[in-house]
T-cell receptor
Framework: RKEVEQDPGPFNVPEGATVAFNCTYS??????FFWYRQDCRKEPKLLMS???SGNEDGRFTAQLNRASQYISLLIRDSKLSDSATYLC????????????FGTGTRLQVTL | NAGVTQTPKFQVLKTGQSMTLQCAQD?????MYWYRQDPGMGLRLIYY???????DKGEVPNGYNVSRLNKREFSLRLESAAPSQTSVYFC????????????FGPGTRLTVL
């Protein structure tokens, strides 16, 4: 079983739609959680950290459920520019901040 | 600031050839990392350097060596390239503080024939 699992998609949604991505992690020692964004043939970039109480950054909302070992990302009012692959990432305690990446969920926003 | 830079951007090798991928960062970060990204596998950590003078193996270190030349530079060497090492290689760096964000370079696309 992969340590971080995501639905690969693709998710095809019209502009303006709301879309949600889910991610599960297997190691209960995971301490830090992130969503990274990766555009086609580019490097990953941090989209947002995920906090226990949930957090929002503009149109993006991240939630964490430690009991279920589940992370989510909600994108409201999708834009064409949101088209990318979204990577769920976790880091475990005492691992020199090594990150474990999910394989990513691809989002395509269309007109 | 250039951030994290990697050279070369593209490379084609024959099986058995050797090469070194270069990575440098100008953000005064303490930690540096090498990943490979393959379709359906996500990014996997090859080696990392928590601080200048230290290196450690990651998830997939076999067939690779690294050198933390100084605080800025972290190189990855393939001594005898194999087709299984065809991949996209990313270098990343991180400041050793409470924020865990890693900053990535643009990647090196390597093909081993």
């Amino acid at each position: 079983r992969k340590e971080v699992e995501q639905d690969p998609g693709p998710f095809n949604v019209p502009e303006g739609a709301t879309v949600a991505f889910n991610c599960t992690y297997s190691n209960s020692a995971s301490q830090s959680f992130f969503w990274y964004r990766q555009d086609c043939r580019k490097e990953p970039k941090l989209l947002m950290s995920v906090y226990s109480s949930g957090n929002e950054d503009g149109r993006f909302t991240a939630q964490l459920n430690r009991a279920s070992q589940y992370i989510s990302l909600l994108i409201r009012d999708s834009k064409l520019s949101d088209s990318a692959t979204y990577l769920c990432v976790v880091s475990r305690t005492g691992t020199a901040s090594k990150l474990t990446f999910g394989t990513g969920t691809r989002l395509q926003v269309t007109l | 600031n250039a951030g994290v830079t990697q050279t070369p951007k593209f490379q084609v090798l024959k099986t058995g050839q050797s090469m070194t991928l270069q990575c440098a960062q100008d953000m005064n970060h303490n930690s540096m990392y090498w990943y490979r990204q393959d379709p359906g596998m996500g990014l996997r950590l090859i080696y990392y350097s928590a601080s200048e003078g230290t290196t450690d193996k990651g998830e997939v270190p076999n067939g690779y060596n690294v050198s933390r030349l100084n605080k800025r530079e972290f190189s990855l060497r393939l001594e005898s390239a194999a087709p299984s090492q065809t991949s996209v290689y990313f270098c990343a760096s991180r400041y050793a503080g409470t924020i865990n964000e890693q900053f990535f370079g643009p990647g090196t696309r390597l093909t081993v024939l």
